[in-house]
């Protein structure tokens, strides 16, 4: 079975977390086994990061970028991506925004680190978790 890691921040209302489990939720459907964690409740352990075949990351919008907790795991990831077992996975990624206008601009994982971590997954692509 596929393995999918929802990998997200959420500290302040609890919005991306009701994401992470849609997300989640949708993974389940298509029959992967899912693993989800808040990285506000603690440093993702990167050496748990070979098991997982795809990584949906969600963060909410900190002044247009992504949190920090999530920046970590993609530094902690950067480290070790030459070792065995950390080439870049497909991802998908989404935010959640307080109405400024976030959604309307290129995503905090559109550009930079993210782009360093791997190739988006479009929406169409996550079906491929199907066994
Ligand atoms: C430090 C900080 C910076 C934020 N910056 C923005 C921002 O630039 N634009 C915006 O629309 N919302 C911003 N927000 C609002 C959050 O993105 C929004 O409330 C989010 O859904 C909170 O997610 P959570 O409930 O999962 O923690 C910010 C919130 C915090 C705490």
Redesign the pocket.
Known sequence: MVKALVLY?????????KMAEAVAEGLKGEKCEVTLYNTNEGRFDITKYPQYDCVAFGS?????YMAGTIKTFIDDWYIKRNESGYQARPYAAFI???????ARRPSPFSTGSAHRWGRPSSARALPTCRP
Do not use: R, V
């Open positions: 921040h959420s500290q302040q209302y609890g919005n991306t977390q909410p919008d900190y002044f247009s959640t925004h307080g109405g400024g206008g976030g």
